[in-house]
């Protein structure tokens, strides 16, 4: 059992990781982090933290294609945040440095 919730997991960390990586990759300069609520559904929840360090209000939602659409959370479920079970921050850090000084 033990080892089953490790895999799901784990899962599930390499699935936020990599949509992390989608988004951070689609838009560079804009988003310097992301949160992810995690829902029992299966589906993903985000919102992309801006260089200034505010949340956008503007909420995405991933599913995994194979899993099918999500009856719940097609219906813009307004109480979405009462079902998360999990919340990842990731952070896409850039220095520059510059030596003109």
Known sequence: MEECQRSIGS????????L????????PREVSGLKFYSLGC????YQRISRDGNLDP???IYRD??????EICMGQ??????????EVVIYNRQFEIDFDH
């Open 11 to 18: 899962s599930k960390s390499d699935k936020v990781t990599w």
């Open 20 to 27: 992390a990586n989608q988004i951070f990759k689609a838009f």
């Open 42 to 45: 299966g589906c993903t929840y």
């Open 58 to 60: 503007q909420i995405g």
């Open 65 to 70: 294609a194979e899993k099918g659409a999500c």
């Open 77 to 86: 479920d307004e109480g979405w945040r009462d079902r998360v079970i999990d």
